[in-house]
C-alpha cells in the first residue's frame, strides 16, 4: 500500500475542545503511537457537536485518508453524537448490542449506581461493526469498514479510557490488519540557553536529512531537536539515530542539557548526587518556583537541603544575613543583595551550593533604572565564592514567564557548573 492509502487521520469531537476549556492531549497521544506503528498521518481534525459539522469533516476525511480515529462524542448525553452521526453518513441502520447494554449494567451496579435510561445509547452501534471494549467506562467504541478500504476506530473522549482502549484492542487490531509496517521511533534532544534559530543554524546541515529527520521547535525558552527514523524494528531506528544524535551534541556542546524526559532539575539532580554535593535555594522574585522545580524530581531529598522564600527585606536580613545598609544603599534586585543571599542560604542551610534570585517580576516596579524583567542570580560554591548574573527577560510575556525563566535559567547556570 502506499502512503496514502495507509494514512490515518485523527477526528477529535467536541465543542469543548473548540473552546479551549479541554486540552487535546489524545491527538497528541494518538500521534505518537501512530508514529511508533509506522503508520503515515497527515492531518488531525477538531470539530464541534454538531451533525452537519462532524459529518462534513468525515466527507473530507475519507478523502485523503484510509485509517479514522474518532474520539469523543459516544457518551449518552445529546450532545454526544459521534456514533449515530457516522451511521448516518454511510446510511447503515444503528443496531442495540444486548451485551453492551449488559456491560453497562453491570458497570453501574459495581459502583452502587443505577444506569439511566440515557445510557441505552450507547449499546447502539452500526450494523455490523465490532465492538472496541471498554474496560473501565460505559461508552464503548467501535472498528468498524462501512466501505472497501476504509477503516474506522471510535474511542470515547476520556484520555485513561481511551489510551487503554487503544492499547489492549485497536493497536493489535491494526497490526493483525498489516497497518504496523515498521514504525518511526524519535528521540528528542534539549537546549537550554542558545536560541531556536541560532540552533538551527548551526545544525543547518543537518535539518535536510531524509532519515532520521531532525527538526528544531521551540516553547517556554527551551529549544528542541526532534530526531527521528524510520525502520523496521525500534533498534533499527536508534541504530539510525545515535550517530546522528552524536554530532547534535557536539556540534551544540555545553548548551545541550539533556534527552527525551530530561529537565533542567533531573540533570542537576543527577549532576548533585554524583558528586555527592547538596544544594539550597533563596527567592524572592520567584517565589518558591525554584524549589518547586527541584522537588518535582523524585529523590532529590537527597541532595536538596531546602529554600528560604525571602520576599520582604526583613527575611533577606533575619534569615540570609543581607546587610540592611546594602538593601538601603543599591536595593533588594541588585548583584550585591543576590551574592549575599546565595552565600547566606548555603551557609545557614549548610549546603554545598547556594542559589539566589532577586528581580522585577512585574507587571509594576519597574523603573528607568531597573525595569521589569530585570532579574540577578548569584551561585555560591562549595568554596564559599559567589558569582552574580544579570538578566534582562522583559516584559512581553508577563509576570509568569519572567519567574519561569528565572527559575530555570538559575538551574543551568548551575548545570553549567557542575559539569
Known amino acids: ?240 539515530i545515535a550517530p546522528v544524535e552524536q554530532e547534535l551534541k557536539a556540534i551544540a556542546g555545553t548548551d545541550y542539557f539533556g534527552v527525551d524526559d530530561d529537565t533542567l532539575a533531573s540533570v542537576v539532580g543527577k549532576q548533585l548526587k554524583a558528586k555527592g554535593h547538596t544544594l539550597a535555594v533563596a527567592e524572592s522574585c520567584t517565589g518558591g518556583g525554584l524549589g518547586h522545580l527541584i522537588t518535582t524530581v523524585a529523590g532529590s531529598s537527597t541532595y536538596f537541603r531546602g529554600g528560604v522564600i525571602s520576599y520582604d527585606n526583613l527575611v533577606k536580613v533575619s534569615l540570609l544575613g543581607v546587610r540592611s545598609a546594602d538593601l538601603e544603599r543599591y536595593g533588594a534586585v541588585s548583584e550585591v543583595v543576590a551574592c549575599q543571599m546565595a552565600l547566606g542560604v548555603r551557609q545557614r542551610l549548610g549546603a554545598s551550593w547556594g542559589i539566589s534570585i532577586t528581580g522585577i517580576a512585574g507587571p509594576d516596579g519597574g523603573t528607568d533604572e531597573k525595569p521589569v524583567g530585570l532579574v540577578y542570580i548569584g551561585i555560591a560554591n562549595p568554596q564559599g565564592q559567589v558569582e552574580c548574573f544579570q538578566y534582562q527577560f522583559g516584559s512581553f510575556r508577563g509576570r509568569d514567564f519572567t519567574r519561569w525563566l528565572s527559575a530555570c535559567t538559575a538551574l543551568d547556570l548551575l548545570r553549567r557548573k557542575l559539569l
Open 1 to 240: 500500500m502506499t502512503d496514502l492509502q495507509r494514512s490515518a487521520e485523527v477526528l477529535s469531537v467536541g465543542t469543548e475542545l473548540l473552546l479551549g476549556d479541554i486540552l487535546n492531549t489524545n491527538a497528541q497521544f494518538l500521534a505518537q503511537e501512530l508514529a511508533q506503528l509506522g503508520i503515515p498521518h497527515y492531518y488531525q481534525t477538531v470539530v464541534g457537536d454538531n451533525v452537519l459539522r462532524i459529518q462534513k469533516a468525515v466527507a473530507i476525511a475519507c478523502e485523503r485518508s484510509r485509517l479514522l480515529i474518532f474520539t469523543g462524542g459516544l457518551g449518552p448525553t445529546p450532545d454526544d453524537l459521534t456514533t449515530e452521526t457516522l451511521a448516518d453518513f454511510f446510511g447503515v441502520p444503528l443496531v442495540e448490542r444486548p451485551e453492551v447494554l449488559e456491560d453497562i449494567a453491570q458497570k453501574y451496579a459495581r459502583r452502587g449506581r443505577q444506569m439511566t435510561p440515557s445510557n441505552r445509547k450507547q449499546a447502539f452501534l452500526p450494523q455490523d461493526a465490532m465492538i472496541l471494549p471498554n474496560p473501565t467506562g460505559s461508552a464503548p467504541g467501535m472498528i468498524w469498514q462501512p466501505r472497501s478500504g476504509l477503516t474506522i476506530l471510535t474511542f470515547p473522549g476520556v484520555p485513561s479510557e481511551m489510551k487503554e482502549m487503544w492499547r489492549q484492542t485497536a493497536v493489535p487490531y491494526l497490526i493483525s490488519q498489516g497497518w504496523g509496517q515498521g514504525m518511526i521511533h524519535s528521540r528528542i534532544l534539549r537546549f537550554w540557553g542558545i536560541a531556536e534559530s541560532a540552533l538551527a543554524e548551526k545544525v543547518s546541515p543537518y535539518l535536510n536529512m531524509e532519515n532520521p529527520t531532525v527538526a528544531p521547535y521551540a516553547g517556554n525558552g527551551e529549544v528542541r531537536l526532534r530526531v527521528s527514523a524510520k525502520a523496521a524494528t525500534e533498534a533499527e531506528a536508534e541504530a539510525l
